[in-house]
């Protein structure tokens, strides 16, 4: 197991399409993070999985977002009907819940 | 809003000194953990000092921690080029999931 994984690492879209993006933590972490982080700007909490269960969801999550962990495994973040305020970098992060988070390398969304 | 603040926002340096990074935060916390983040990549855990440590090192980065004052600093060392990079703090809130929340950084650039 190499670390958190995220694909893609970049996406251009037009405004008003679907996104998904998808995460693969480190496999003995039950925890999994959504962040999102805009340029200049530390990252903002979205969502948090225990193990398939999204137990925390942030007030920055509107009804256009949509997160899943189906097997407790990898996990996908879905926007639809993007938006150019959607545009910013999206964070997975995963962690045993001792130590601090392993962050993947993230996805840049760019909303045209 | 942000539970940790850093100051400076910005710092450039020669390579060879040393940099002093700090960060401010609101809430009672059991520990404070420092990331940096290389431009355009995911965030990469440094250090994390619990609330009852004052004082921890980890190679070149020694972390303070003053619970009384709501304040933690972050000191690197002798300077190299490739410590050039945005470094956080961040705190995890008291709810299940001990979410991270994060500063809004310091951008740090090492000059050779």
């Known amino acids: 197991d190499t670390g958190v994984s995220q694909d893609p690492r970049h996406k251009i879209t037009k405004r008003g399409q679907n996104v998904t993006f998808r995460c693969d933590p480190i496999?003995?972490?039950?925890?999994l993070y959504w962040y999102r982080q805009t340029l200049g700007q530390g990252p903002e909490f979205l969502t948090y999985?225990?193990?398939?269960?999204?137990?925390?969801k942030s007030r920055l999550l509107s009804d256009r977002f949509s997160a899943e962990r189906p097997k407790g495994s990898f996990s996908t973040l879905e926007i639809q009907r993007t938006e150019q305020g959607d545009s910013a970098m999206y964070l997975c992060?995963?962690?045993?819940?001792?130590?601090?988070?392993?962050f993947g390398s993230g996805t840049r969304l760019t909303v045209v | 809003s942000q539970q940790g603040e850093e100051d400076p926002q910005a710092l450039s340096i020669q390579e060879g000194e040393n940099a002093t990074m700090n960060c401010s935060y609101k809430?009672?916390?059991?520990?404070l953990q420092w990331y940096r983040q290389n431009s355009g990549r995911g965030l990469v855990h440094l250090i994390l000092?619990?609330?009852?440590?004052r004082e921890k090192h980890s190679g070149r980065l020694r972390v303070t921690l003053d619970t009384s004052k709501k304040s933690s600093s972050l000191l690197i060392t002798a300077s190299r080029a490739a410590d050039t990079a945005s470094y956080f703090c961040?705190?995890?809130?008291?709810?299940?999931?001990?979410?991270?929340?994060f500063g809004g950084g310091t951008r740090l650039m090492v000059k050779p």
């Open positions: 992060a995963s962690s045993d819940g001792h130590r601090g988070y392993t």
């Open positions: 496999s003995e972490h039950n925890r």
């Open positions: 999985f225990q193990n398939e269960a999204q137990l925390e």
């Open positions: 809430t009672s916390i059991n520990n």
């Open positions: 000092i619990r609330s009852n440590e």
């Open positions: 961040a705190t995890p809130g008291t709810n299940a999931g001990n979410m991270l929340t």
